[in-house]
């Protein structure tokens, strides 16, 4: 391995490390997990708790039977 696989690894480690910090501060809104649980997009897996999907940055909601308990929140933008 030469010095450009090093530099892919550490861009690689640095792009992880990054995206975890920001999910780790990420607060999200009512409004953000208000989704129809039939359009909720799978953000999780079987049987994850609330705090390892709050984890991911992801909306928990169990109160619904066979439908996704931790999915991806929407995006709304910033005014």
Known sequence: MGP????KRICVLALVLTV?????????SAAQ???APKSRINCGYP????E???KKGCCYD?????????FHPLLLERI
Do not use: Q
């Open 62 to 70: 169990n109160s619904i039977d066979d439908v996704v308990w931790c």
């Open 4 to 7: 450009a696989m090093d530099f």
């Open 52 to 54: 390892e999907c709050n």
């Open 47 to 50: 049987a994850i708790t609330l």
């Open 20 to 28: 975890g910090f920001v999910n780790a501060d990420l607060k999200l």
């Open 33 to 35: 997990c208000n989704i």
